[in-house]
Every structure is written in C-alpha cells, then in structure tokens.
C-alpha cells in the first residue's frame, strides 16, 4: 500500500502557547469537526470527561486535507501529554510521528518546555516545524522569536508561519507546512506485524482501547494479536481510528495511526512503548524503547473520615485503570489510620491525581508530606530502599542514605538571576551552566535534590520571578548524602506522618520551624500539649501550645455577633478535617505544614 499520502504529526509546546487552541483549528479547518460541534479544545479530555462522565479521549485525530498541490492527504495529529512527569508517554507518542509543529508563544518566546519537548522530538529524528503564534496579541515579538528559533533550529526566519490559532490567521501555511515538509512514513507492508502503543485508555464496553502506529507489517480486525511485553494474546473488539469519533475499519496498514479495542480490563496490561504482533507470525523482536517509568514521588492519602477508606479504594483503582504509572498500596498510620501509599512520576501527577480524588470523586482527604525513594545501606551490607520516613531503620544501623538527583534547566528573563540563585541555593542545588537563549533571557542548569523540588520549588520560582520562570526537570543519578530522620512528638507520641527525612545540616533548623509552625496550628485544648521535635535520638526542639481557657466564647457575647458565627463556623469545618493523636486532636493543615519548611 501507498503511504505517499500520509503525515504523522504531533504538536509540541511549552504550556499555553497554543497547543490545545492550534489543534481545535486544525480539526475545523479541515472540517474533521463541523462548527456547529465545535467544543472549544476537543483535545483536553480531561475537561470533556468531566463534563460528560464518560471517557471520550481522542489523542489521536484522522483529518483529510486537500492542498495547494491537488493531492488529498490523510493527516493523522497525535497528541502529547503536556507535563514533564510524562516524558516516557511524550517520547512514545513522539516516535510515532515524523514531524512535529514546535509552537512557540509570540508573546513569551523559547520556554523550558520548549526546548525539553524539542529535544525529545529531535531524538526521536523528527521534522521540526517551527510556528509562532498569538500575533494578534500587540504585545507579541514574533520578529525576535523569529530570531532566536532561527539560531536555534537553523530554520530561515522568514520561513517560520506567523499564526493566530484563536483568530485563524495563516492555519493554512501550517496545513501546507505538514504536507510539504514531513516525510510520509516509511514501513515495510510485507514482514511480521509491529505496532507501537503510544497511549491507552479504558472503556467500559471495548476494554482497553491502544492507540497504535503501525510501524511495519499490516493487521485485519480478524486476527489474534500478541502483547509482547507479557506475552499476552488478545482477540481484538474492533480496530479503526478516530475522527474524532470511533470510526471502526476492516484492516491498518503500515504507517497508520489508529487503534486495537483489545478487550482488557486494565491499561496495566497494555502498556505504552509495548509492541502488538500478530500471534500467528510474531515478531523476532520488539520495537526499541520500551520502558516501564517508575514512580519518583510516594505520598500517604487518608480518607478524612475512616469511613471513606473503601471510596478511596475504589477511587483509586478506577484512577488506576486509566494511569498505569500511579501505584497504590495499602498503609496504616498511627496518627492517620488507614490509607493508601502512593506512588507517582513526579509532582504534577501527584497534583492531577490528588484533585481528582476531590473534585471528581468528591474525597475528603489527608495527604501526607511528598517522599523521594531513598536508598540506604546498612552496616551488615544490605541494601533497601525506603519510600517513607517511617520506614527508616534505626539510625545507628545505616552506613549511607542516597537520594535521587535531578537535572534541573531554568529559563527566565534575566532580571531575575539573583533570587533564582538564592533559591537554588537554599534548595541544596548545585550550579551547571548558564546561557541566554536571547538577549533579555537566561536559562540556568542545576543539580538538585528530587526531595527539594518536591517541596514547594515550583510556586517559590514562580513567585520569586512574578510568573515569567519556567523550568523543567529530569533524573540524573542517586547519590550519598547526609540525611537524618526528623520526628516530631505531640504530647509525648511520636507523629509518623509528620516524620521527615532531611538534610542533617538543616535538621536542626528544621526541626525548630516545624515545632513552632505545629504551635501556631494546633488548637488549644483542654490541657497542655508539648510539641517535640527529636533527630538522632535526641530532642532538638520543644514547645507547649497551652491549655484553652474555658471562656474563649464568652469573650464575644454582646460583642459582634458575626464575629461569633464565624468563630463557630471556623471550629466546625477545622472539625471535619482534624485527626486524633493519642488525645490530641491536630488538623490536616499541620501534616502539610512539614512541606513548607524553609
Ligand atoms: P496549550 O496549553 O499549549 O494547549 O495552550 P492553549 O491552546 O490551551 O492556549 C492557552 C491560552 O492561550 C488560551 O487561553 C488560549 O485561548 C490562548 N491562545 C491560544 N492561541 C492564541 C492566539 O493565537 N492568540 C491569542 N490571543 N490567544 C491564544
Ligand atoms: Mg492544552
């Protein structure tokens, strides 16, 4: 079969340049959706899922394209995950495609993003097609942007389309771009099936629908189909592509983008960056790149009320049929009681996972400090890795803690070089190199901690720099450092969730602001309550959040009687969201208090 006619393609940008918008324009343009069905960005499912209870993700979207040259041509757009927690999921679909449009906002310019998602679609050898858009907007630059992707990527300037994805201004040199300059696939028809899942999600009634490229080799809706990761046999529901709908076929071919409805029950069985075959003539070997991403980040999350454990549970495992990145395992607190363990790439997918729970799942819940995983040596030689302070052994039986380091790449408008490297600094990071992509911009290299960035490093950045930073991350290595354990004690008991692993040089430091921070968020009860902090066996802070007197209401009778309310209606929602501790009852604010350590 002919594949002259085909283009792969995907976008890539740094988030709100324009993605979702240049999409949706593509879509109308080519008239794969009419204007009357026209949902602002019909490819963020996250909002449509919500908005219509069921799973209608379609990132991967077959238009028809007439162009200048007479030919029609079957335009297959493939979309990217837009976080850089998913950067396995970006490089799959990456490799599925032989171009990408590079959108860079006229307004912004190159951000990290920018360049993480060009380097990924550059491994992947991939067309670039550099697009600057929002030049509606006045405050757009589009002819310094032009600029800076010319030394970038080596592309003339004058040759890089000027767009508004919003308005629709020159949506067409983009559609003849893609034509013209991304090469068709290239595939042999006539070997072993070899299909490439590059995303996967669940439905109700296909099971496990996998989003394909067929790399080489053909498959008809008739034949049995081997997973090769697991060995796994399946018989397909359906094949087809989207349109964006479902629209079933008969038989893919080499070079198209489509997909298998394989009938399974979890996309943990159907993994992305594994390779279809046929069962009746697989394969000799599977398609290069297949990895299974591990979870960087482990944080517990408590149902607010016990009674919710098993809503969690079943929130979590629906969660899961769609995310085989997000793990979960049961855990018992003594503070908290019963929850979950759970593991995520990183803290963004920590962030989506912890919102849904409460807003589509309508959970109160309690989520404890965010972990890295450590590996510790003991003395005897054995080695075991620990994804939770409570879990670290004794003190006096470890030789050396390590902890994952990361790359980390920051782009900003140079003046604010200070307060990024104050930051960087006070996050234990370790300067690599600087340069400046343009003239008013710098772009910083660092080493640093997973277990500092976890912690709040985004927001700082962001406040620090007025919202004008954008960084990006990736792991680099694990390495020994001078870790301890900080506890802390509420009246007398040790508080698991609150545990923490440090650096020893800020144990001290810490565990003071923790005790006193704790101080100010527990509420005064009927009796003392000391407040400890211990490191190494030995108490290094202490406080006492002192016993409430009996006429705390009484204070506002006569007086202003809103003020009264309010006070009542304080104490009645810190209720809901309070844990007992031995006799003490200490609120949810105080487990994330351990975060926002300086
Ligand atoms: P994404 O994060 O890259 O998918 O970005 P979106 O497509 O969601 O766009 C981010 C924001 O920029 C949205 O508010 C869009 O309406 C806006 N936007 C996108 N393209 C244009 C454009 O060409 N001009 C203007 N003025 N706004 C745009
Ligand atoms: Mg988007």
Redesign the pocket.
Known sequence: MNTDHIRNFCII?H????????ADRLLQITGTISDRDMVE?VLDTMDLEREKGVTIKASAVRMSYTAKDGGTYELNLIDTP?HVDFNYEVSRALEACEGAIL?VDATQGIEAQTLANLYLALESDLEIIPVI??I??PSAMPDEVAEALESLLGIPAEDIPR?????GIHINQVLEAIVNRVPPPKGNENVPLRALIFDSHYDPYKGVVAYIRVVEGHLRNTDSLRLMANNTDVRPVEIGYFAPGMRPVDELDSGDVGYIATGLKTVSECRVGDTITLTASPAAEPLPGYLHPKPMVFAGIYPVEGEDYSNLKDALEKLQLNDASLTFEPEKSQALNFGFRCGFLGLFHMEIIQERLEREYDLDIVVTAPSVEYQVILLDGTQMVVDSPVQLPDESTIAEIREPWMGLDIFSPTEFFGTIMDLANKRRAEFRAQDHPSPNRVHLSFEIPLSELIVDFFDDLKSRTRGYASMDYHFEGYRAGNLVKVEVLVGGEVVDALAAIVHKEDAYHKGQRLVTKLKEIIPRQLFDVAVQASADGRIISRANVKALRKDVLAKCYGGDISRKKKLLEKQKKGKRRMKMVGNVEIPQEAFMAVLRLE
């Open positions: 940008a988030i709100d340049h324009g993605k979702s918008t240049l960005q837009g959108v858009n929002k509606d907007l767009i508004s994805a919003k308005e």
